[in-house]
């Protein structure tokens, strides 16, 4: 069938809005119509080639739709609404072994060389492959997709609210709840509040944290982070130094520090956040060139800790049922998170305000 998709034609260049070809799903996939899709920081580092990724490429990895047809073997009902993950697992690499699942290797693999599970793309232009982004491609009226990445969600629950529980949700919460086990009455900050981390501060104030300080440079995401349930926020100073002084004035130092912006400095000021025993959680994807030092006396000293987290140590199957029964009881204002809708043709315009940081979530609407 043919679909229309923005496409990215080559790193570096602007999303183009072409017609193309999309073949039926094979076995084991599902053919998704894309309903809502949010605009996340991961395509803009494909766009701007902080993350390595093959072109020409359908990028969006956050949607929600409805499943038309489904491949050999897939036992889940064509009309079913879902959400969409990019992260689903094969069950049998040594990663799925340990359950580590959202670290499966087979997944990892495909995801690098922009085909789906099986290594074929079903994206073409004029009879050229195209390749997909996270196994979704979800900036497209249409996406073939793993059934694995398909978790159904009820009929009550708004597609846009669905689209970001595929990832900047499942992230911000997951880091909290999975990756770092948050209990009730621990101290947390949250550094960068855009949609991973105003979603790791209702996560942290869901799970009954005792504390919860968001730090970020913009005044405005800091209002809504309080107003999400953040007990203080404090305006990054140009130091991280200087700003975790002023986490632990606030704090005492917290059990977890949540950085949510790829920022070398920033994970600093997270892990200086921290009290004995306390965890750096880095979520954010910095360049591939980057390091980031800590001070090493104070880890063996008092134990601190630096944790890596990618998509919250999610398990799909487990953990969206979850987050949509805290959104279904309002423990979890999603909705909260979406500052801006688009059509599919306004996509440009969402990646700007993406780049200016004038955004919490941009959402691309297809109904």
Same mark, same amino acid.
Request: aromatic share 6%; proline share 6%; glycine share 10%.
């Given at each position: 069938m043919i679909v229309t998709a923005a496409v990215l034609p080559r790193t570096g260049g602007e999303l183009e809005l072409l017609e193309l070809e999309l073949s039926p799903p094979g076995p084991g996939e599902v053919l998704v119509s894309i309903r809502a899709s949010g605009v996340c920081h991961s395509d803009l580092n494909a766009i701007d080639g902080i993350a390595e990724t093959p072109c020409p490429a359908v990028l969006g990895h956050e949607g929600a739709g409805v499943v038309e047809e489904v491949g050999a073997g897939v036992g889940i009902e064509e %009309?079913?609404? @879902?959400?969409?993950?990019?992260?689903?697992?094969?069950?049998?690499?040594?990663?799925?072994?340990?359950?580590?699942? *959202?670290l499966c290797r087979i997944v990892w693999r495909a995801m690098g060389a922009g085909t789906l599970l099986d290594g074929a793309r079903r994206l073409s232009m004029g009879g050229e492959p195209v390749f997909h982004y996270s196994l979704l491609s979800t900036f497209a009226e249409r996406a073939v997709v793993p059934a694995g990445s398909c978790i159904p969600i009820p009929d009550d629950v708004p597609f846009d609210v669905a689209s970001l529980i595929g990832c900047c949700v499942a992230t911000g919460t997951g880091a909290v709840w999975r990756t770092a086990a948050v209990r009730p009455g621990d101290r947390v900050a949250v550094f960068g509040c855009g949609g991973v981390g105003l979603s790791a501060v209702m996560?942290?104030?869901?799970? %009954?944290?005792?504390?919860?300080?968001?730090?970020?440079?913009?005044?405005?995401?800091?209002?809504?982070?309080?107003? !999400?349930?953040?007990?203080?926020?404090?305006?990054?100073?140009? %130091?991280?130094?200087?700003?975790?002084?002023?986490? *632990?004035?606030?704090?005492g130092g917290v059990d977890a520090a949540f950085e949510a912006t790829g920022r070398p400095d920033v994970a600093r000021?997270? +892990?200086?956040?921290?009290?004995?025993?306390?965890?750096? @959680? !880095?979520? %954010?994807? $910095?360049?591939?060139?980057?390091?980031?030092s800590f001070p090493a006396l104070s880890i063996p000293r008092l134990e601190r800790r630096v944790l890596g987290s990618i998509y919250g140590s999610t398990v799909p199957e487990?953990?969206?049922?979850?987050?949509?029964?805290?959104?279904?009881?309002?423990?979890?204002?999603?909705?909260?998170?979406?500052?801006?809708? +688009? $059509?599919?043709?306004?996509?440009?315009?969402?990646?700007?305000?993406?780049?200016?940081?004038?955004t919490l979530r941009a959402v691309v609407t297809m109904e």
């Open positions: %009309g079913t609404r @879902v959400a969409l993950s990019w992260m689903p697992s094969c069950g049998r690499c040594e990663e799925c072994t340990r359950d580590l699942r *959202h996560g942290a104030v869901a799970i %009954g944290a005792s504390t919860v300080v968001a730090v970020d440079i913009a005044t405005d995401k800091l209002v809504v982070a309080e107003e !999400l349930g953040a007990t203080a926020s404090i305006p990054w100073t140009g %130091g991280p130094e200087e700003t975790a002084s002023l986490v *632990h004035e606030a704090t000021a997270a +892990f200086l956040s921290t009290r004995a025993r306390g965890a750096a @959680v !880095l979520i %954010g994807i $910095p360049p591939a060139d980057s390091e980031v487990r953990d969206f049922p979850e987050i949509l029964a805290l959104y279904g009881r309002g423990e979890l204002p999603i909705e909260r998170l979406i500052s801006h809708r +688009f $059509p599919l043709d306004g996509i440009g315009e969402a990646f700007e305000l993406l780049r200016r940081g004038d």
